[in-house]
């Protein structure tokens, strides 16, 4: 997979003329969450999903499978561990996709800030739409994340996959520097043993 | 077949589009009715349109190659096909060409779309998803045989235009006593023909992330939406053919589809979910002996 | 064109088997030489004996010293009789040259007096119409085969010609004991007369007669459970030995015991003998077919398939019907080729590989593919595979048994000729594709021998025709007593 | 008639008595002496089934004609199938000598080198 | 003498002979193919007068008068055989390597003709023997258990069907067809065959066919066989000459029907007769299907999936009525081709990778597009995908099946066609499609004559699935009576209709909808299989991730139970008893004791004496 990673780079986005608006509306208020809950946000979620605040009447949805999601939601602290997953199933996605990270540990390490252990800046490695303050953030400040991704959607102003591709020697220099070149191999095969 | 019957023509381009939304309707009525039952306000009714719309509407597509592409195709059409030769409420559609076996396999053709274009994908997720259903495909295939040979042999007849026009003279097929039993059989299996829990196996979201559908995205999994919405239309259209009578209008139809699809939610929102060979062991014992005591009344 | 000159089957091997000393005493290794010409001469003679019946279509009746029967003792070379005494000189012919690579154990004149004797047995057992001269030409036959089957002088050959010889002499003891019974109620010795005469004579005698010169005759045709000595004999004597008595001297036998059966068609209790001898012949079938399933050595194997089809024979030939009768010539002549191939085969296996366990044809098909080829097509035969001559006569044998009312039979026989198919099958498996080895060279004249052999085996089981009606004239002369009767030129006694 | 069921009686003995020996005695001579045993009695049957009371040895005499003679084709077989014996019990003899050779032995419970 | 039917019959076999005995590559092929085209050519030419008229050949052999005849219906079943066989030869110019081959090949592909227009029991019998003994030496080369398992079971089915012959020879003295018919006929007023016998006649000959036809219990040798013989033959093997004994079947109908329906009478408004035998199609159709859905070698699946489908014909034809035959005809024919067509497939990946087991395999649809493709039309086909044969032959099943009121045997059916459509699946999955293994990178596409073979069988299963009325109309004539209506491509039952070619039409269209949706959407872009979403896990090549192993281990878990239990092992243990038994009897008998020996002697003297005496 190594040396095909990156086509998503050259590939031509298909531009919808006539039905754009509509799609956009669609986008809009079908948010399909891929629940890949990292860190203590993700008991966050159960209370957004369930009657008290009940996220579905907005149109989302958690959904366990990344090829079909659209947000993209980073509930905590990320460890270089789980970043590499969290940047594999990012670049599975289908553009458009939006990121939003919750809470201060992904903005900026949060309590982690000295930890050797913990990405500090979660933007320097993928881009983020919307960043939640907040330790952590309460669903109501959640679901204020949620309603203001959806405006920008609207105002076409979510446009993290954009940078992602115009700017993506930027991020995977980061990557790299990160996990070191050819990391992707290097995580399949660790992998090897438990099998 | 060479004059081209354009009243036919109209019929079919309306009854796809009828179908295709009211199809999306149901899907939305069930995440709607499953919502009211957990205490939630529930998504729009028309939410599913969305969904599938968003997702057509994804600027990138992702493909593992032609079978990958094949597969969500040929499932929808699969499902058009099926849905064109089952009489819907006063529309005959091409129902007089073909009878019920053929909508029987018609209706599980889709099936193996999906298959190839899961199993092509080499994700062992989808996998795992494609041999749970072809394992509950094969469970709930003597229960559903079964109840659709009581009906046969009740009415007589392979047709559904004549088994719906019999119904009208003779009573709805859940009268009969032995097509009672057929009835509750085929609800049964109609439970694991839509994908509902306690048969929601093949899916299971919670344990091999969507089973078939987890590597599909994009315009792919609009398209399997889709079929899924007409599927759903189709299925319960046939459920009602069969053992409510029929309708003579769409309206009595509506209400019938719609009756039908309340108790497969109601039972889905109720129950948890069989693991396969445990769906296995009770297709075959239950529904089977029912099935068995029903085709016995009737021949 | 005289047919008394018939009389040379029987006087030819006779004379020239007294003659061998005088040959040895000019030259040793002229012996065997002399052998193979007499043996050549004999096909000659039989081969014009042969074309003499089948042309004028009608038997040959040699008088002894001109003295009309019942007085003299008389040869009657019917059909069956001149069709077999060809098969005897061919086969003893192809005996002899393969005597020649086989046996190396002295004295070599005696083995060649041995030789002919027993084939002047068995070729006046079968030509004879005196039941007293049926008895002494089957004590030739006898005794020169258990001379011959101890030749080899090991302590097998001598234990296996000690059993044979028990159980022969024993055989022939009431063999002989029938004949007096036979002659004491009819007053005669001649078969037509016999065969006149027997419808009057007090049946209990003559049921009693009957079934001891059938037990006498059985010994000789290994009918169970009088075989025992068989699977030994077979095993133990020289291998061109081995391919005659399978070839001709058990048939020998069984045409006799059939003869006899035959002829007394008017004693009242005819049936039940028959029916007696069906369960025996069933049996003999079922019995040796399980021996021979787990056999480790392959010429005793082939000799347990033997007795089996022998078996088959004596069930057609006991089911008392002409299609009976007929079925089983055609069986006794297939089975006569396909044997005399087989052991054949196995013998020069035998003597280039030195044994005949089954270890020692692994690989065969690679070693010594001409022979690997014909026991190939022999053991084919054997288990009646289509195209190959045995099928016909095995399904003739199936319908004339069913049709005369043993069902039961037929289906223990179709049932034991599946295990002749595994044993059978495994060889070929075993000498086709398991094991490996160098080419050996193969003679060339044995191998024409062997393809000679195959070839008759395909043609008859292409195209049966000629042979079914061989088979068929044959059989009307055994089962058509009155015919018989009439044929010879009897003394105006009864009539 | 009297007379004519003892030589009957005579002969169905001694076949009796030679099938005792060959069935019972485990010694290979014994058994061979059993079986010349049993030719003599049959030999003995044979010539006694051409018998004819009160008649003489079919020798062509003065005052014996063939009307006064005994049936002389039974004495002729018996010849024959004396010959026969005499052949027969000569060629096994021999062979037990081989066998004795062999094996050591004439019992024959012990010669069954070749079996099944 | 020399007539069309006789080059028929005979042109395989003598075209064997020539290539094994010049064993030159190239002639060899060349002479075998033209031996497997000659019946196709005079098949072809026959099909206008056969419907009329019948075509003739009779020949005495060894005093029996062989009667081959060309009617309508043997014509039907020939055709059918010379398609595959054509095919078979084919996939053999590509798949083998010896004289040997081609000689049983083509051996066994006259003896199945010769069967088909046998019109006497004794060439009837004769090439029966000749078919069985041709492939049973196709297997003895690569197996020496499983062929004798095959030929022992086959040779007890041939010598059953013997004793039957020799039954009827004796009650009727007949031997050819017309006049055992007649005779049997005759005997419904005359009843010289009692209740008993009749009995004995059926069980005798089914057991005969339902051998040869792989029914239930005494299918144990068909998983063997198929898989240890050249695949390319198998084709054959499975598509032509397991129709021997379902056309054994039918001839059973023709001969005894009438007397059989007359001393068992009906059970529940059925042939009693026939009932057996739908039953043992339904049972075959069951356990068949739930093995193959259980292999792990895709050779046992196939093989197990033709024995199910075998029993598809059967319970048609158990089935009685008219219909049920039109269906079971129909799905000779096309079980005949998809299944051929599946062989071919098998042959030319194990002739490409060396592999057998599912577990090796994977990945290869794109190495090898055109056999994936033609494997994918034989998996529509046979798991009955409406435009296709095998939808319109098992639609025809089913609605005989329940027209005749036999709601559990149709039920069978439905349970035997989910589990088809579940072990092809798995077929495909575990084949085509996955992680390939890095050993098969330079798998090819299967050679020339190979993909021909198989293009010549996968257009009748489009042809015939499309037009199904082609086949249906033959059907129709064959009986000479209007069984299954409607015009080429639509079937009318006097209950149901299928009308193929509209629902192809429709199909097209909703695909032509579904495509358009489809390409309206963002154009693809293709990615590597490692590109599936493992929980964000990277995945390389280094591991494969398909489930090629224990796929349907659920069902085996559900089905522990009964899989305790295996005909095949019974089999085993009745023969290495009879082998002890014959040990046991040899060594007890044969004890080497000259003494023991006498003792039969006298023994049997002693009986003598007694039955003399009483």
């Known amino acids: 997979m190594s040396e095909r990673n990156d086509d998503f780079i050259t590939y031509e986005l298909q531009e919808f003329k006539l039905?754009?608006?509509?799609?956009?509306?669609?986008?809009?208020?079908?948010?399909?969450?891929?629940?890949?809950?990292?860190?203590?946000?993700?008991?966050?979620?159960?209370?957004?999903?369930?009657?008290?605040?009940?996220?579905?009447?907005?149109?989302?949805?958690?959904?366990?499978?990344?090829?079909?999601?659209?947000?993209?939601?980073?509930?905590?602290?990320?460890?270089?561990?789980?970043?590499?997953r969290i940047i594999i199933t990012y670049e599975m996605m289908q553009d458009p996709k939006y990121v939003m990270i919750h809470g201060s540990c992904p903005i900026n390490g949060g309590v982690y800030w000295d930890s050797y252990n913990v990405v500090k800046q979660f933007d320097k490695y993928l881009p983020v739409d919307v960043a939640i303050a907040g330790c952590m953030p309460r669903p109501e400040a959640v679901m204020d994340g949620i309603m203001e991704i959806m405006r920008k959607i609207e105002s076409g102003k979510a446009d993290g996959w954009k940078r992602y591709r115009d700017n993506y020697e930027w991020y995977k220099k980061n990557q790299d520097e990160l996990f070191g070149e050819g990391w992707r191999e290097k995580e399949g095969k660790r992998w090897l043993a438990w099998i | 077949m060479i004059g081209i019957d354009w009243k036919i023509v109209l019929e079919v381009i309306g009854m796809l589009i009828y179908a295709t939304f009211m199809g999306f309707i149901f899907m939305g009525i069930e995440r709607k009715a499953m919502a009211r039952i957990q205490r939630r306000?529930?998504?729009?009714?028309?939410?599913?349109?969305?969904?599938?719309?968003?997702?057509?509407?994804?600027?990138?597509?992702?493909?593992?190659?032609?079978?990958?592409?094949?597969?969500?195709?040929?499932?929808?059409?699969?499902?058009?096909?099926?849905?064109?030769?089952?009489?819907?409420?006063?529309?005959?559609?091409?129902?007089?060409?073909?009878?019920?076996?053929?909508?029987?396999?018609?209706?599980?053709?889709?099936?193996?779309?999906?298959?190839?274009?899961?199993?092509?994908?080499?994700?062992?997720?989808?996998?795992?998803?494609?041999?749970?259903?072809?394992?509950?495909?094969?469970?709930?295939?003597?229960?559903?045989?079964?109840?659709?040979?009581?009906?046969?042999?009740?009415?007589?007849?392979?047709?559904?235009?004549?088994?719906?026009?019999?119904?009208?003279?003779?009573?709805?097929?859940?009268?009969?006593?032995?097509?009672?039993?057929?009835?509750?059989?085929?609800?049964?299996?109609?439970?694991?023909?839509?994908?509902?829990?306690?048969?929601?196996?093949?899916?299971?979201?919670?344990?091999?992330?969507?089973?078939?559908?987890?590597?599909?995205?994009?315009?792919?999994?609009?398209?399997?939406?889709?079929?899924?919405?007409?599927?759903?239309?189709?299925?319960?259209?046939?459920?009602?053919?069969?053992?409510?009578?029929?309708?003579?209008?769409?309206?009595?139809?509506?209400?019938?589809?719609?009756?039908?699809?309340?108790?497969?939610?109601?039972?889905?929102?109720?129950?948890?979910?069989?693991?396969?060979?445990?769906?296995?062991?009770?297709?075959?014992?239950?529904?089977?002996?029912?099935?068995?005591?029903?085709?016995?009344?009737?021949? | 064109m005289n047919g008394q000159y018939a009389a040379l089957i029987i006087a030819l091997p006779l004379v020239s088997a007294f003659f061998v000393p005088v040959i040895k005493a000019i030259s040793k290794k002229a012996v065997m030489p002399f052998l193979l010409l007499v043996t050549l001469a004999q096909v000659g003679i039989a081969g014009w004996v042969f074309n003499e019946v089948y042309t004028s279509d009608k038997p040959i009746i040699v008088m002894a010293g001109g003295w009309r029967p019942p007085v003299g003792i008389n040869l009657y070379i019917g059909h069956f009789a001149a069709l077999f005494v060809l098969i005897i000189a061919v086969i003893s012919f192809f005996m002899a040259y393969f005597s020649i690579k086989a046996v190396k154990v002295e004295p070599l004149d005696k083995y060649a007096m041995l030789f002919l004797l027993l084939m002047l047995g068995a070729t006046g057992m079968i030509a004879t119409g005196d039941i007293f001269n049926l008895f002494v030409f089957m004590e030739i036959t006898a005794i020169t085969a258990y001379a011959l089957t101890a030749y080899n002088k090991t302590g097998e050959a001598a234990e296996a010609s000690m059993k044979y010889m028990i159980l022969g002499g024993i055989g022939s003891s009431f063999f002989l004991i029938g004949i007096a019974l036979i002659y004491g109620a009819t007053g005669t010795l001649n078969m037509a007369q016999i065969a006149q005469l027997a419808g009057n004579i007090n049946p209990t005698v003559a049921q009693v007669g009957l079934a001891l010169l059938i037990f006498g005759l059985a010994v000789e045709a290994e009918l169970f459970p009088l075989n025992a000595w068989a699977p030994d004999a077979y095993q133990a004597a020289p291998h061109p030995i081995t391919v005659m008595f399978s070839a001709f001297v058990v048939k020998a036998g069984l045409y006799a015991a059939a003869r006899l059966l035959y002829l007394m068609q008017a004693v009242s209790t005819w049936h039940s003998v028959l029916r007696l001898l069906v369960i025996m012949?069933?049996?003999?079938?079922?019995?040796?077919?399980?021996?021979?399933?787990?056999?480790?050595?392959?010429?005793?194997?082939?000799?347990?398939?033997?007795?089996?089809?022998?078996?088959?024979?004596?069930?057609?030939?006991?089911?008392?019907?002409?299609?009976?009768?007929?079925?089983?010539?055609?069986?006794?002549?297939?089975?006569?080729?396909?044997?005399?191939?087989?052991?054949?085969?196995?013998?020069?296996?035998?003597?280039?590989?030195?044994?005949?366990?089954?270890?020692?044809?692994?690989?065969?098909?690679?070693?010594?593919?001409?022979?690997?080829?014909?026991?190939?097509?022999?053991?084919?035969?054997?288990?009646?595979?289509?195209?190959f001559n045995i099928f016909w006569s095995k399904v003739r044998i199936m319908l004339a048994g069913v049709s005369a009312g043993y069902t039961w039979g037929v289906a223990l026989i179709l049932g034991a000729s599946v295990v002749e198919a595994v044993y059978y099958l495994r060889l070929i498996h075993r000498i086709w594709f398991a094991g490996g080895g160098e080419r050996l060279s193969e003679s060339f004249a044995l191998g024409a021998i062997m393809l000679f052999l195959v070839a008759l085996i395909l043609v008859i089981g292409f195209y049966p025709n000629y042979a079914w009606s061989l088979a068929q004239k044959a059989g009307a002369d055994i089962f058509d007593v009155t015919r018989y009767v009439s044929n010879v030129p009897l003394m105006g006694v009864g009539a | 008639m009297i007379h004519i069921s003892v030589y009957y009686f005579g002969a169905i003995s001694l076949i009796l008595i030679g099938l005792y020996a060959v069935l019972v005695k485990k010694n290979l001579l014994k058994m061979l002496i059993g079986l010349s045993i049993m030719e003599t009695g049959v030999n003995l049957l044979l010539i006694s089934v051409g018998y004819i009371s009160g008649r003489s040895a079919p020798i062509l005499s003065e005052g014996v004609g063939p009307n006064q003679a005994v049936d002389p084709i039974p004495q002729a077989l018996v010849l024959t199938a004396i010959v026969i014996g005499v052949a027969t019990t000569a060629m096994a003899l021999s062979v037990a000598i081989i066998l004795y050779e062999k094996y050591g032995t004439l019992n024959v419970e012990e010669i069954r080198r070749l079996r099944g | 003498m020399i007539n069309d039917l006789m080059i028929l019959i005979f042109a395989p076999l003598v075209a064997g002979i020539l290539a094994w005995a010049f064993d030159v590559r190239g002639i060899r092929e060349a002479i075998g193919f033209i031996g497997a085209a000659i019946p196709v050519v005079i098949l072809a030419k026959t099909y206008q007068t056969v419907l009329s008229n019948s075509i003739n050949y009779t020949i005495t052999v060894g005093g029996f008068k062989l009667i081959f005849q060309l009617t309508a219906l043997n014509w039907y079943f020939a055709a059918v055989a010379a398609i595959v066989g054509i095919a078979m030869a084919l996939g053999m110019i590509s798949t083998s390597r010896s004289g040997y081959e081609w000689l049983f090949a083509l051996m066994s592909y006259t003896g199945v003709l010769g069967v088909f227009l046998s019109q006497d029991f004794i060439g009837f019998f004769l090439l029966w023997e000749l078919m069985t003994f041709a492939s049973f030496m196709m297997v003895l080369r690569n197996n020496r258990h499983e062929s004798l398992k095959y030929f022992v079971l086959s040779v007890i089915g041939a010598y059953a069907m013997m004793l039957g012959i020799a039954i009827l020879y004796a009650k009727t003295g007949a031997l050819d067809f017309a006049t055992i018919r007649q005779a049997l006929y005759m005997d419904l007023s005359i009843g010289a065959i009692s209740k008993g016998e009749s009995a004995?006649?059926?069980?005798?000959?089914?057991?005969?066919?339902?051998?040869?036809?792989?029914?239930?219990?005494?299918?144990?040798?068909?998983?063997?066989?198929?898989?240890?013989?050249?695949?390319?033959?198998?084709?054959?093997?499975?598509?032509?000459?397991?129709?021997?004994?379902?056309?054994?079947?039918?001839?059973?109908?023709?001969?005894?029907?009438?007397?059989?329906?007359?001393?068992?009478?009906?059970?529940?408004?059925?042939?009693?007769?026939?009932?057996?035998?739908?039953?043992?199609?339904?049972?075959?159709?069951?356990?068949?299907?739930?093995?193959?859905?259980?292999?792990?070698?895709?050779?046992?699946?196939?093989?197990?999936?033709?024995?199910?489908?075998?029993?598809?014909?059967?319970?048609?034809f158990g089935v009685g009525t008219s219909l049920g035959f039109a269906g079971g005809l129909f799905h000779v024919l096309s079980h005949a081709v998809f299944k051929g067509l599946f062989w071919l497939v098998t042959a030319a990946i194990i002739l490409q990778t060396g592999k057998t087991k599912f577990k090796d395999m994977g990945g290869l649809a794109e190495k090898m597009p055109f056999t994936f493709a033609m494997g994918l039309i034989a998996v529509l086909s046979l798991s009955g995908i409406p435009p296709m044969a095998g939808f319109a032959s098992k639609w025809l099943i089913y609605e005989a099946a329940i027209q005749a009121h036999m709601p559990l045997v149709a039920g069978a059916i439905f349970l035997g066609s989910g589990l088809a459509f579940a072990y092809v699946v798995r077929f495909l999955y575990a084949v085509w499609f996955g992680q390939r293994p890095s050993d098969l990178d330079n798998v090819k596409e299967a050679p020339l004559p190979l993909l021909i073979g198989m293009a010549i069988l996968a257009i009748p299963n489009i042809l015939f699935g499309v037009a199904p009325g082609l086949v249906t109309e033959y059907i129709n004539k064959a009986f000479g009576s209007e069984i299954v209506g409607g015009d080429y491509f639509k079937l009318v039952t006097p209950t149901g209709t299928y009308n193929a070619l509209l629902v192809t039409i429709v199909l097209v269209l909703g695909l032509a909808i579904a495509g358009l949706v489809f390409l309206y959407g963002a154009t693809t872009r293709k990615i590597p299989v490692t590109n599936t979403y493992q929980s964000g896990n990277p995945v390389i090549e280094d591991y494969n991730l398909s489930i090629r192993r224990n796929f349907y281990k659920p069902l085996a878990e559900a089905l522990d139970f009964w899989l305790k239990y295996s005909w095949d092992r019974f089999y085993e243990r009745i023969a290495g008893i009879a082998e002890d038994f014959a040990d046991t009897l040899r060594q007890s008998f044969y004890n080497g004791n000259v003494q023991s020996y006498s003792w039969y002697l006298a023994i049997v003297l002693l009986i003598l004496a007694l039955w003399g005496v009483l």
Not at chain 2, 127 to 147: D, E, F, I, N, S
Not at chain 2, 204 to 214: D, R
Not at chain 3, 358 to 370: Q, T, V
């Open chain 1, 19 to 84: 039905f754009e608006p509509l799609f956009r509306w669609a986008r809009k208020k079908s948010l399909w969450i891929v629940a890949f809950c990292t860190g203590c946000g993700g008991i966050e979620m159960p209370p957004l999903a369930t009657a008290r605040y009940d996220f579905e009447r907005f149109g989302i949805m958690p959904n366990p499978a990344p090829r079909m999601g659209d947000l993209f939601l980073i509930t905590g602290y990320v460890t270089p561990k789980t970043l590499k």
């Open chain 2, 41 to 299: 306000v529930g998504p729009p009714l028309y939410q599913p349109i969305l969904d599938t719309l968003k997702l057509l509407g994804k600027k990138e597509s992702v493909s593992h190659g032609l079978i990958y592409d094949f597969g969500p195709v040929f499932a929808l059409g699969a499902t058009i096909t099926a849905l064109l030769f089952i009489p819907i409420a006063n529309f005959q559609l091409f129902s007089s060409n073909a009878d019920l076996i053929v909508v029987a396999y018609l209706l599980e053709v889709p099936m193996l779309g999906i298959m190839l274009g899961a199993m092509s994908s080499g994700n062992p997720y989808s996998a795992v998803g494609v041999q749970r259903g072809l394992l509950t495909m094969v469970a709930m295939q003597l229960p559903y045989g079964l109840a659709l040979i009581a009906i046969v042999q009740h009415w007589g007849s392979f047709k559904l235009s004549e088994i719906v026009a019999l119904q009208s003279v003779h009573g709805w097929s859940i009268t009969v006593p032995a097509l009672l039993l057929a009835f509750i059989v085929f609800d049964i299996v109609f439970q694991a023909m839509l994908g509902l829990e306690p048969f929601d196996i093949i899916t299971a979201p919670a344990e091999i992330s969507m089973g078939p559908m987890l590597e599909y995205g994009g315009k792919h999994a609009a398209l399997l939406f889709t079929q899924h919405a007409v599927q759903l239309f189709a299925e319960t259209a046939f459920f009602a053919v069969l053992f409510l009578g029929g309708a003579s209008n769409l309206i009595e139809l509506l209400i019938k589809q719609i009756a039908v699809l309340f108790i497969a939610i109601f039972v889905a929102s109720i129950y948890p979910r069989f693991t396969i060979d445990q769906a296995a062991k009770f297709f075959w014992k239950w529904p089977t002996i029912i099935g068995i005591i029903a085709v016995l009344l009737t021949v």
């Open chain 3, 281 to 387: 012949a069933v049996l003999t079938v079922v019995v040796a077919e399980f021996s021979a399933l787990r056999q480790r050595d392959v010429k005793r194997m082939i000799a347990y398939s033997s007795i089996s089809q022998v078996g088959m024979i004596a069930f057609a030939l006991a089911l008392g019907s002409q299609a009976g009768v007929d079925a089983g010539v055609f069986h006794m002549v297939n089975h006569a080729i396909v044997k005399a191939l087989l052991f054949l085969g196995v013998g020069y296996v035998g003597i280039k590989l030195g044994g005949t366990t089954l270890e020692d044809f692994e690989g065969l098909g690679r070693r010594m593919p001409l022979t690997a080829f014909a026991i190939t097509v022999g053991s084919l035969s054997a288990v009646g595979i289509p195209l």
């Open chain 5, 200 to 316: 004995l006649l059926f069980v005798l000959f089914l057991t005969a066919f339902g051998v040869k036809a792989g029914a239930f219990p005494l299918h144990v040798w068909a998983p063997g066989a198929y898989s240890e013989a050249n695949q390319s033959y198998t084709s054959f093997f499975s598509g032509a000459l397991s129709k021997a004994g379902v056309y054994g079947i039918l001839l059973l109908y023709i001969l005894m029907g009438a007397k059989l329906y007359a001393e068992f009478g009906t059970f529940h408004g059925h042939l009693t007769f026939a009932y057996v035998i739908a039953w043992i199609g339904a049972i075959t159709v069951v356990v068949a299907s739930f093995l193959a859905v259980l292999q792990e070698d895709i050779r046992k699946l196939f093989a197990y999936s033709s024995v199910g489908q075998v029993g598809y014909i059967l319970l048609a």
